[in-house]
């Protein structure tokens, strides 16, 4: 049986840091299968994880000085919420996982402990009813473990609460420029080509920065300042910041030498690549509903389309006339 | 959720109080306090904060609870159209 170390290493300090940024965030994670933490007992508590190293290292890293089993289930590096998303973190793997580590015999007791995030890939009263170990949904932050326990294993009102600080959101946005980065290029090659043999290579390197700009408006401005932009809708908030950006940059190129046409543009296609930017970060957010999403991108996207297609014409229009 | 609520009216949650045996599992898995147990069945008090996880329905022990869960970014439903549409087959490049 492994026993593991709650203290984190510098190493998984490292390793945290280049997940946070996507580098070999698909790798990152460790074998799954039963370990030790302290010395427990056949009467300690067991609790339940991916494989992801940094879900696993949170779980551990709280549970200093404590016997605590820790059942790691083989997620493939992914977290607990998208593991359980996917159907990795599954009924299914937490059976086969309780067989293959012999949770029977290593415990007397028939109890498990679960993330709460964990309960969309579980049905507890499967489990149950094929393994006889019956599944409490403790908390949704790790931090909480300990109160948990402290609690008389009971979960309470702030421990099932769930939170988006701007501590959460900012640690996601690394990850999220990164997705986008390969799409940006393309797009920003391409507008510096066209830019550039119709007005001139200054033109061409200010539409790049225009573009980028308002990239970074929807993917990192508008997610930081979600509770503060008003209105519900996640398009909505990113066309503002995109709006401000627009804005900005109009003051910024000295956008008064601008002629008509050139302005118009910018103003119309500057918002619509935000909106669209942070439409897209209902994917990372913890209380967007897929329908929600739904709903918005049927009224969104042909709105977003047309702004990029009158930004287009605008262009055009400026040059021929 | 404080500080945050997305659009309303929108979630495709369905509770059948018939089957329910009011076990306040929904309850337990629930992490935006959307059901409350009231003589010994669960009822939906916050429908709005829905966000379609679908943690409910499967924990559901008599398969009381209906909802629409899947993926919820932009992406994630165009490459989704783009399969129903058999246009070419989408990578999934969700979280
Ligand atoms: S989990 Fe199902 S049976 Fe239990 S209280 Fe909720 S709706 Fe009723
Ligand atoms: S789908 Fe998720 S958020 Fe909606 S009621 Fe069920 S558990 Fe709560």
């Not at chain 1, 908390?139 to 099932?160: G, H, Q, S, V």
């Amino acid at each position: 049986m492994p026993q593991i170390d709650t203290k984190l290493s510098f190493y998984d300090f490292l390793g945290t840091c280049k997940t946070r940024l996507g580098i070999g965030r698909m790798n990152y994670m460790v074998p799954s299968g039963l370990y030790a933490i302290g010395a427990p007992t056949k009467d300690d508590p067991v609790l339940v994880t991916a494989n992801y190293k940094m879900s696993y290292d949170k779980v551990r890293s709280v549970l200093t000085a404590r016997n605590v089993w820790l059942l790691v289930l083989e997620t493939y590096g992914i977290n607990v919420w998208c593991a359980a998303g996917k159907g990795t973190f599954s009924t299914q793997e937490l059976v086969r996982r309780i067989g293959l580590s012999n949770l029977t015999k290593v415990v007397a007791h028939r109890r498990l402990i679960l993330p709460i995030l964990a309960a969309p890939g579980v049905a507890a009263h499967e489990v149950k009813r094929q393994t006889g170990f019956s599944i409490s949904y403790a908390t949704i932050r790790a931090e909480d473990i300990p109160k948990y326990f402290d609690n008389n294993m009971l979960t309470t009102a702030k421990m099932k609460e769930q939170t988006f600080t701007f501590r959460e959101r900012t640690v996601l946005i690394p990850v999220e420029l990164l997705l986008s980065l390969k799409p940006t290029a393309i797009t920003v090659a391409a507008l510096f080509i066209i830019a550039a043999l119709l007005q001139g290579p200054r033109y061409g390197l200010m539409t790049v920065y225009a573009y980028l700009g308002a990239v970074v408006s929807g993917i990192a401005i508008a997610p930081l300042l979600l509770p503060w932009l008003p209105g519900r809708s996640f398009a909505f908030k990113g066309f503002l910041t995109g709006l401000a950006w627009s804005a900005t940059f109009y003051l910024l190129a000295d956008g008064r030498e601008w002629n008509i046409f050139i302005t118009f543009a910018a103003f119309l296609t500057i918002p619509a690549v935000s909106a669209f930017y942070t439409l897209n970060f209902t994917g990372c957010t913890p209380f967007t509903s897929r329908s929600g999403v739904k709903k918005e991108m049927r009224l969104a996207m042909p709105v977003m389309g047309i702004s990029v297609i009158l930004g287009v014409i605008f262009v055009l229009a400026g040059k021929l006339l | 959720m404080k500080g945050f609520s997305y659009l309303r009216n929108v979630a495709t949650l369905k509770l059948n109080i018939k089957k329910c045996i009011g076990c306040g599992r929904c309850l337990e898995v629930c992490p935006h306090q959307v059901f409350s147990l009231a003589e010994k069945k669960a009822i939906i008090t916050n429908f709005d904060a829905c966000m379609e996880c679908g943690a409910c329905a499967i924990n559901c022990p008599s398969t009381a609870i209906f909802v629409d869960s899947g993926v919820g970014c932009a992406t994630g439903l165009i490459n989704e159209w783009i399969h129903e549409q058999k246009m070419f087959s989408a990578r999934k490049k969700c979280c």
